[in-house]
């Protein structure tokens, strides 16, 4: 068995696949419209698998949504995440996951900037400039075997994100 | 005889016919008579002592054969011995051999069939046979031939023992063939249970240990259904059949669980598993310390639960076993020697419980202690008094949670060992649980953790979980401390405003009712309806305290109430409830009392769901009271405004009526019904419950055109109760006929839509189930459909009445379906003919979906409708042709309609059905959606992803045409894409990537991926996240991505 570079993490609780956004009448409603917002990016971005472990970057506080800033009007994003040690080797992956992610899963008027969260990392600088930098996203993506592991990160990226039912009393159909 | 002989033996390969003729006639001739089995030894003579061994074969087969075939009553002892003799002294000609062997597989199956002639046979096949050297059908003969020798001889082999077991192993040795080792699996556990391997043992055991693990995968089209999963039960069976094997078994195995395949860690685990009581506690002490650094690999780094779990369970037996052990006194006693390293590793990891090793030791002390009595007294005392000073000590809440999880862990320990409050225990009273020591320390421990104002919810959670685990073990709380913990159970639900809280402590009074009722029904359930409105000023003051709404408190009253004597608690303070708001409030604010009643209503429906016996009870009491309740408010002379007289109210009661007569058995529903047509059909108040006749009182008149709408509007109960009915239960009229068209009548004569409905529905259900023995057919063939007919055409009568008409025309139409009645079909013909009428027609295609959609209240098989075995596909097939014909044939407004009715059939279908017969109906599906309406297009979308799904070639075939129409139904600009189109649409791609092979969508991905970039900013968040998960499946798509 391989070693680990961080063997034994600390667990957080996960929602558990369920969106914690409140479902509201709105929501069905087809001309109210939904701006996107910080939960959204969240929901998008929490139940991708760290490298090391089964578990998902939320389990592992690496992403949270009070870390997320947007704004749909100014098309800006900013994603701090949090590795779970100072000297992961991960953080690049890390970052790289969740940068290929919001590409594919946002319209491309956004400008998303990711970023560790300042005094998290031992090369937190080094890791922001290799994150933002377009061209050397696109050349690590360019590496078969990367887009592999990034790939199957991301496998598991669409499991969250499901509306919370609310409770409405009994129910019961005729 | 002679010449059937020749022909078959000269027949050549290419008259094989012939042969099997003659055979046939040979072994049909010998069955009936067996004197001439002499006959055909003598005429077979020759052949059989032929220089050609082909030749001689082939006359060999046929002696099998015919031996294999006839009548073996017939046949003498002395026969049968010289048959064997004979068979057994031609084994050495080689050629023969596996004809011989059928032989006297046929032979070993006479009743003649001796011990002597067995034990002859047998030595003769081990002599001078090399079973490795024959082919798979011959050595299958060999396996059988020893199964039947085992089965039937066992004591006659028993003289030779040893030979026996040796030679059985040589010819064992080698074989590959997974049939024949399916075989020989059994025998080898027959042979060590019977004989005395004694000698052989390590032999036996190489022979057999030689196929661990299995890696056998059946070819794709395996005729003969062997799985790797039965070879390896089978060897399993083998390897754990002795206790002798052990010594040899154990150092493979444990070598095979450090193997870097998974099946193979995961056979050996349950191997070791499966052998681990049969082997013993003194075999299994030696490689104690192996076995848990073996297995605690697969925990603490488990690659899968299914792994983790299998390890988790092996080491539960193995302690299991070893706490059976004698123990040797103290230290040295096997099971605590075992546990010792397990304890001190897993306290290890304890140390920081917030970690990610802590969960899996938790369940490692969990399995152990779940063993037995001893390994959990064991652990308990070793390990709790540490983890109770830990918490004491810990600040941080994340630790204490993790701690509570593991104390967690042996709440259910105990509760698998020890036994479940509430349930038979074969234990004796003083089997108890070691946990008892500390139960005030637990009690304490988990109240104080549920009631910490701590915010983080996490750890109030698990004192939740640790009280009602504590209240599941069996003679562990007293009824204080359980009332205690409802207590607290019952305030998280009543005032903590954490919805996972909430559902937790729930769940638990849901679990406990069933176990302890008395204690639910006290505590619980008094508390709950106290907090529940009398009036309205009570709903009012509701939204300034924070108190929880009266619906949330009813759904927590259908999770915990259903028990029979709590719902026997429920049913008279809701219906008190109900009265009380009805005298307060106003007949407007229906909300409250239709989740009362719909409380009873979902209480019901799970009652019948578990069959209880206290359901049909409820037909005397609760619902002619409910019904009472009703009808008095439609009686009163001004017919104010009453609550009772709402349309939704009467949907829930009416619910609540179905439920409970479905339950009940004729007899009783003969005398309910005949009531109900007393008080609905003759007006008779006197038998009304609860209600008392006031001056100034209407009569009651709800089945009449022309009566008061409040009183029509029940009619809904009436048809309920007609939908109930049993097909033996009668109605009490004099003249079905008559009473049914009386109703056809009031149903086009009334304005009022929910009478109409109503009676719609009682006369479909009338002609539906009194048909027996078409005694209505004419009535409905010449009067009913003739008059609908003729008001449905009337151009000069009144758009409501052709309407109503229309309604029930369809009514009737498809009760006729459901039961295959000719003239069902005719009446949907005639259906399709009105989609050209103006106005009718949409509502006639709309019809399609009443007519074979399932209705989820009337004419259902709950509510004994005679449904007629393949009534949708006969439907389909009668439809269809018509359907595609029409469409056709008409006009553009017209074709719209016949769409519409596609769609509604086609969504009904069986999917098989709909799979064989849509390949011709694609060129219309596609036309559906360009049709401005969004009700079809998403309907035909989401035919076209069960398409998709379960029959990709088809939909590879028009990928052509429908990915770009596709694409474009995702598009917001469009306003007839609503979003459940661009949502339907979006799904439907999503699906195609699952589905259909790459080579097939590869033209259309960078399309697709570009194109569904303008759905990332739809406008609504739902079809966005459609679009999301439909980008990533093509993004995965070959793993590569193109616009990245």
């Known amino acids: 068995m391989t070693t680990l570079i961080n063997q034994n993490p600390v667990i957080y609780e996960a929602s558990a696949g369920h969106s914690t956004r409140e479902w509201r009448e709105d929501d069905e409603n087809e001309d109210q419209e939904d701006p996107i917002d910080a939960q959204e990016i969240f929901d998008l971005i929490r139940s991708i698998s760290d490298p090391e472990h089964p578990l998902s970057l939320e389990q592992l506080n690496v992403t949270q949504r009070d870390h997320i800033q947007v704004s749909d009007e100014n098309n800006s994003i900013l994603v701090e995440f949090t590795p779970t040690i100072p000297h992961c080797s991960m953080a690049t992956l890390i970052g790289l996951c969740i940068r290929v992610r919001l590409l594919r899963c946002l319209p491309s008027r956004f400008k998303v900037d990711i970023s560790v969260r300042k005094g998290t990392h031992q090369s937190e600088h080094a890791v922001n400039k290799q994150l933002n930098d377009k061209e050397r996203v696109a050349a690590a993506l360019e590496n078969s075997h990367l887009l592999e592991v990034v790939n199957q990160c991301l496998a598991t990226a669409t499991s969250g994100g499901v509306v919370a039912n609310i409770v409405k009393g009994p129910t019961a159909v005729n | ?1044």
Request: charged share 20%; proline share 5%.
């Open chain 2, 1 to 1044: 005889m002679d010449r059937l002989i020749s022909t078959y033996i000269l027949a050549q390969t290419d008259s094989q016919q012939q042969a099997d003729a003659a055979i046939q006639d040979i072994v049909r001739d010998v069955g009936t008579n067996p004197a001439k089995l002499l006959m055909l030894v003598q005429g077979l003579g020759e052949y059989l002592t032929s220089d050609e061994a082909f030749v001689r074969s082939k006359a060999t087969a046929l002696l099998s054969t015919t031996l294999a075939t006839l009548d073996q009553s017939k046949i003498n002892a002395s026969a049968v011995t010289v048959l064997v003799e004979f068979f057994c002294d031609r084994l050495t000609d080689q050629a023969c051999v596996p004809e011989l062997l059928k032989g006297l597989l046929a032979l070993s199956t006479f009743d003649k069939f001796t011990g002597v002639d067995c034990v002859k046979a047998v030595k003769a096949i081990l002599a001078l046979v090399n079973v490795q050297t024959y082919q798979q059908t011959a050595r299958h003969y060999v396996f059988l031939f020893f199964e039947s020798a085992i089965k039937n001889y066992t004591q006659s082999l028993r003289s030779m023992s040893a030979d026996f077991v040796f030679g059985f192993i040589q010819c064992l040795d080698g074989e590959k063939d997974p049939r024949n080792l399916m075989l020989a699996f059994t025998l080898i556990k027959h042979i060590i249970q019977e004989f005395d391997i004694a000698q052989h043992v390590e032999d036996l055991f190489e022979v057999t240990f030689c196929y661990f693990p299995i890696t056998f995968r059946p070819p794709p089209d395996d005729p003969y259904g062997i799985t790797s999963e039965h070879l390896k039960i089978g060897l399993r069976d083998c390897l754990s059949a002795t206790p002798y094997f052990a010594k040899f078994a154990l150092p493979l195995l444990l070598e095979k669980l450090s193997s870097s395949s998974g099946s193979a860690k995961k056979d050996s685990m349950e191997t070791i598993a499966a052998c681990a009581p049969v082997y013993g506690s003194s075999a299994l002490t030696p490689y104690a310390e192996e076995l848990w650094s073996g297995l605690q690999n697969e925990i603490f780094h488990a690659t899968g639960d299914e792994l983790e779990q299998v390890a988790l369970n092996t080491l539960q037996v193995i302690t299991t076993e070893l706490s059976m052990g004698v123990s040797m006194g103290g230290t040295n006693d096997p099971v605590e020697k075992f546990l010792r390293p397990i304890i001190t590793d897993c306290m290890t990891q304890l140390q920081k419980p917030e970690l990610k090793l802590a969960k899996p030791s938790g369940k490692i002390l969990k399995a152990c202690a779940m063993a037995s009595d001893p390994a959990c007294t064991a652990i308990t005392l070793a390990t709790i008094p540490t983890l109770l000073s830990q918490y004491t000590t810990s600040e941080q809440s994340t630790r204490k949670k993790a701690l509570l999880d593991v104390l967690l862990d042996f709440l259910e320990a105990s509760r698998v060992l020890y036994g479940t409050a509430g349930q038979p225990t074969e234990h004796d009273s003083d089997f108890v649980t070691p946990l008892l020591t500390f139960k005030d320390r637990f009690f304490e421990l988990f109240t104080n953790a549920l009631l910490s104002s701590n915010e983080y919810n996490a750890l109030r959670l698990a004192g939740v979980k640790g009280l009602h685990g504590m209240i599941l073990l069996r003679e562990f709380l007293s009824e204080t401390e359980i009332s205690y913990a409802v207590q607290y159970f019952v305030r998280i639900v009543l005032e903590d405003p954490d919805s996972e809280l909430q559902e937790t402590a729930l769940e638990s009074l849901a679990s406990l009712a069933l176990i302890m009722p008395g204690v639910v029904r006290s505590m619980a359930l008094p508390a709950f309806f106290e907090m529940l409105p009398t009036t309205q000023n009570d709903m009012e003051v509701d939204t300034v305290v924070q108190r929880k709404s009266p619906e949330y408190i009813l759904n927590a009253v259908t999770k915990i109430g259903m028990e029979p004597t709590l719902f026997a608690d429920v049913v008279p303070q809701v219906l008190e409830k109900i009265d009380q708001v009805s005298a307060d409030f106003n007949g407007s604010s229906t909300t409250y009392p239709i989740a009362l009643l719909t409380t009873l209503l979902v209480l019901l429906r799970s009652k019948a769901e578990r069959k209880h016996a206290d359901l049909p009870q409820y037909l005397s009491n609760l619902v002619p009271q409910l019904i009472g309740k009703c009808i008095a408010p439609t009686l009163t002379q001004d017919d104010a405004d009453h609550i009772m007289k709402n349309a939704e109210i009467l949907e829930v009661v009416a619910g609540i009526t179905r439920v409970v007569m479905v339950h009940v058995e004729t007899a009783a529903q003969n005398e309910f019904v005949k009531s109900i047509f007393n008080i609905f059909v003759h007006g008779d108040l006197a038998i009304v419950p609860a209600y008392q006749a006031n001056a100034g009182d209407v009569a009651f008149s709800p089945l009449s055109a022309i009566g008061r709408v409040s009183q029509q509007n029940t009619a809904t109960l009436f048809s309920t109760v007609i939908d109930g009915c049993r097909q033996q239960t009668t109605l009490p009229v004099e003249n079905l006929q008559q009473f049914t068209g009386s109703l056809v009548e009031v149903a086009i004569k009334t304005a009022n839509v929910t009478q109409r409905t109503a009676l719609s529905k009682a006369v479909a259900t009338i002609l539906n189930k009194y048909n027996k023995a078409n005694v209505l057919e004419s009535f409905i063939g010449q009067t009913l459909i003739p008059e609908l007919h003729l008001i449905i055409r009337q151009e000069q009568a009144s758009f409501e009445a052709r309407e109503a008409a229309l309604i029930m025309y369809t009514w009737i139409t498809k009760a006729l379906v459901l039961s295959t009645n000719s003239l069902g079909y005719d009446m949907t013909g005639e259906l399709m003919n009105i989609f050209a009428v103006p106005r009718l027609g949409k509502i006639a295609a709309d019809g399609f979906n009443l007519v074979i959609g399932e209705q989820r209240d009337v004419l259902t098989k709950e509510t004994f409708a005679v449904l007629r075995l393949l009534y949708k596909q006969r439907f389909f097939n009668y439809c269809i042709p018509v359907l595609v014909k029409g469409f056709e044939s008409s006009k553009d407004e017209v074709r719209h309609n016949f769409l519409i009715a596609l769609s509604h059939v086609l969504r009904n279908i069986p999917k098989q059905v709909l799979l064989t017969e849509l390949p011709p109906l694609l060129p219309m599906l596609v036309h559906s959606l360009s049709f401005p309406d969004p009700e079809l297009k998403s309907s035909t979308i989401e035919t076209f992803q069960i398409i998709t799904k379960d029959a990709p070639g088809l939909m590879a075939d028009h990928l052509s045409t429908l990915t770009p129409l596709l694409i474009s139904l995702t598009s917001a600009q469009d306003p007839a894409n609503t979003m459940k189109v661009r949502m339907a649409a979006l799904k439907c791609l999503g699906a195609q990537p699952k589905s259909l092979p790459f080579t097939a969508l590869r033209p259309y991905k960078s399309q697709v991926l570009k194109e569904l970039e303008k759905s990332l900013d739809d406008r609504k968040r739902l079809v966005r996240r459609e679009a999301v998960e439909c980008r990533s499946q093509w993004f995965t798509l070959n793993g590569s991505i193109a616009s990245a």
